[in-house]
């Protein structure tokens, strides 16, 4: 069975830090793109981070640029988002995501999300 295993949140003080991980289990991990999606009460879901499938290529969105970093694993089938200065803005559930950008077989996995408060 395909899993996204998303974990770390939990609560933290505006300025502090959180480390965000996924595991991942049931697919070739290494084909995959992985993001970090974030959603907060009465909100749409919006991309944070993005690395590409080799963990060469980053993407930040610009609430995320400078106070995140995301890097992968590929031997141990993880991803990580590495969260500093965190602000009550950033309270949300985290979810990740696995894209294979694949013309013929495309795919697309979501993890079940993990909460992030953050309090002022």
């Known amino acids: 069975d395909v899993q996204l295993q998303a974990s770390g949140g939990g609560l933290a003080q505006a300025g502090g830090s959180l480390r965000l991980s996924c595991a991942a289990s049931?697919?070739?991990?290494?084909?995959?793109?992985i993001g970090w999606f974030r959603q907060a009460p009465g909100k749409g879901r919006e991309g944070v981070s993005f690395?590409?499938?080799?963990?060469?290529?980053?993407y930040y969105a610009d609430a995320a640029g400078g106070r995140f970093t995301i890097s992968r694993d590929n031997a141990k089938n993880t991803v990580s988002l590495q969260m500093n200065s965190l602000k009550p803005e950033d309270t949300a559930i985290y979810y990740c995501?696995?894209?294979?950008?694949?013309?013929?077989?495309?795919?697309?996995?979501w993890g079940q999300g993990t909460q992030v408060t953050v309090s002022s």
């Open positions: 995501n696995a894209h294979r950008f694949s013309p013929t077989r495309p795919a697309d996995y």
């Open positions: 049931g697919f070739t991990f290494d084909d995959y793109h």
């Open positions: 690395i590409d499938d080799s963990g060469g290529t980053t």
